[in-house]
């Protein structure tokens, strides 16, 4: 069998000696992951992370932080404007509020309602 020259690359548009992988492929499919991560829901929560509990715990031990808005005593850290929409307001503390189980679970709620098409 005669030895093929390389054939070019769909790709790049150059052609690889065999065995080496094309870098605009790699390229490609390491663009893909990072947008699948960023699509993936996980996202959000994986950045629940350790600074997050622990500037989270020391933002509720603060004597204004006591409680929630419904006055029950608050547990978790919720976000004025939603992280969904400004995941860059995250760890912005003028970003933060202090909330109960109860009122978190409603505004969750509230967004998901507002997120479904009309
Ligand atoms: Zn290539
Ligand atoms: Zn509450």
Redesign the pocket.
């Known amino acids: 069998m005669p030895v093929r020259a390389p054939s070019v690359c769909g790709y790049c548009g150059k052609a690889h000696p065999s065995g080496e992988r094309c870098a605009t492929v790699k390229r490609m499919a390491r663009e893909r992951k990072a947008r699948f991560d960023e699509k993936r829901p996980a996202a959000a929560k994986r950045g629940y992370d350790k600074e997050w509990a622990r500037e989270a715990s020391a933002f509720l031990a603060l004597p204004e932080n006591e409680l929630?808005?419904?006055?029950?005593g608050?547990c978790v850290v919720m976000h004025v404007k939603s992280i969904r929409a400004r995941p860059d307001l995250r760890m912005v503390k003028s970003n933060w509020r202090p909330?109960?189980q109860?009122?978190?679970a409603i505004d969750a709620a509230q967004e998901r309602q507002e997120r479904k098409p009309s």
């Open positions: 929630c808005r419904c006055g029950a608050a909330g109960c109860r009122c978190n």
